[in-house]
Nanobody, 119 residues
Framework: QVQLVESGGGLVQPGGSLRLSCAAS????????MGWYRQAPGKQRELVAT???????NYADSVKGRFTISRDNAENTAYLEMSSLKPEDTAVYYC?????????????WGKGTLVTVSS
């Protein structure tokens, strides 16, 4: 089985920084796109940032210039560096990956990590 496990969430003051990690494990042949999504209380899940296998990135307008997505293909890990955090960044952050395992290519999701931005 393939698993995506997020880590790095927590409580941070406005203006602070956090680094999220997402480690993929299991019978993985190749990982295509990886990304981060978030869901705030009472709101729909939304895209935060994505990164292709080649390193091309895409960001939501709300996080451009503040968040940076990266990945380590050798470690099957994606990162999200978050800075200048705002209270509206408070959400559960989910890791997403499109990857090939055994005989199928499909989407996988982590269980999420909570980021709370508050003074």
């Amino acid at each position: 089985q393939v698993q995506l496990v997020e880590s790095g969430g927590g409580l941070v003051q406005p203006g602070g920084s956090l680094r999220l990690s997402c480690a993929a494990s299991g019978s993985i042949f190749v990982i295509d796109a990886m990304g981060w999504y978030r869901q705030a209380p009472g709101k729909q899940r939304e895209l935060v940032a994505t990164i292709s296998s080649g390193g091309s990135t895409n960001y939501a307008d709300s996080v451009k210039g503040r968040f940076t997505i990266s990945r380590d293909n050798a470690e099957n890990t994606a990162y999200l560096e978050m800075s200048s955090l705002k209270p509206e960044d408070t959400a559960v952050y989910y890791c997403h990956a499109v990857l090939t395992s055994i005989a199928t290519t499909r989407d996988y999701w982590g269980k999420g990590t909570l980021v709370t931005v508050s003074s």
